[in-house]
């Protein structure tokens, strides 16, 4: 079993910038990607971005360029550094661990950027 939390977001004005952590624990050894992901309301889940145990990554169009993920293995960390956020990028936020064929989700954090 796998537990994920996420932490740090907030409410920044449009320019600003928010760092988001995700913090795994238990059965960690196996994961090979963690993502994050973020559901506006109304809308549906969509990805953000996602690194790999081996530190590859990869985003969504929409956020390329403005946000970054990177991983602290030693503190079995996640975070999502997010630079220019726009109004649009308003939502929960959620990271994701995959592990084989599981999935764990933690339970979101809200973000909201005021214009």
């Known amino acids: 079993q796998v537990q994920v939390v ?3 977001g907030g409410l920044v004005q449009a320019g600003g910038s928010l760092r988001l952590s995700c913090a795994a624990s238990g059965s ?5 990607v963690m993502g994050w992901y973020r559901q506006a309301p109304g809308k549906q889940r969509e990805l953000v971005g996602t690194i790999t145990s ?3 990554t990869n985003y969504a169009d929409s ?3 403005r946000f970054t ?5 030693a503190k079995n960390t996640v975070y ?3 630079n220019n956020l726009k109004p649009e990028d308003t939502a929960v936020y959620y990271c994701k661990a ?3 064929v599981f999935t764990y989700w933690g339970q979101g954090t809200q973000v909201t950027v005021s214009s």
């Open 63 to 65: 956020v390329k360029g």
């Open 98 to 100: 995959s592990r084989a």
């Open 6 to 8: 996420e932490s740090g």
């Open 69 to 73: 993920i990177s991983r602290d293995n």
């Open 28 to 32: 960690i050894s196996r994961i090979n």
């Open 80 to 82: 999502l550094q997010m």
């Open 54 to 56: 081996g530190g590859s």
